[in-house]
């Protein structure tokens, strides 16, 4: 059973609070349908899967997920992610509100996504300046 302490252990360690901002003065070839995309995730090293389980049934969202990697002394890994908006605002943005990450860059990050989650629910994703603020609001992050 992982406790509260554990988890934020965790995170501040293999976590990530992160966004994908499509950048609206920048011109694709390829067009993605959504125009943000904030996700919280935790990678763990195969052997180590039944800890991201553990998270998943924690939480009770998220998923997880294999991801392969080929690179030069580089494990294949597993991957705890949650990118439902409401999980994100109503489960993973309460728990590291009440307990606090202790590394500063982790909760530098975490602060960002949450400014970009209450932006989000404004609806500021929707305007082009408001995607603008946000694409710039993102790249302060690690």
């Known amino acids: 059973m992982l406790?509260?302490?554990?988890?934020?252990?965790?995170?501040?360690g293999e976590g990530s609070f992160t966004a994908y901002v499509r950048n609206p003065?920048?011109?694709?070839?390829?067009t993605r349908r959504v125009k943000i995309e904030p996700r919280f995730y935790v990678k763990l090293i195969e052997k180590d899967k039944v800890i991201l389980d553990a998270l998943k049934e924690y939480f009770k969202c998220g998923?997880?997920?294999?991801?392969?990697?080929?690179?030069?002394?580089?494990?294949?890994?597993?991957?705890f992610e949650v990118a439902n908006r409401t999980d994100l605002a109503e489960?993973?943005?309460?728990?590291?509100?009440?307990?606090?990450?202790?590394?500063?860059?982790?909760?530098y990050d975490f602060q960002i996504f949450c400014e970009i989650m209450r932006r989000i629910r404004k609806g500021e994703h929707l305007i082009p300046s408001g995607l603008r603020d946000l694409y710039k609001l993102k790249q302060k992050m690690h």
């Open 63 to 79: 998923n997880v997920y294999f991801q392969k990697d080929n690179r030069e002394n580089h494990q294949h890994c597993y991957r």
């Open 25 to 30: 003065d920048q011109i694709n070839r390829t």
């Open 3 to 12: 406790t509260k302490d554990y988890i934020v252990g965790l995170v501040d």
């Open 91 to 107: 489960i993973i943005i309460p728990f590291f509100k009440e307990n606090r990450l202790r590394f500063p860059s982790k909760r």
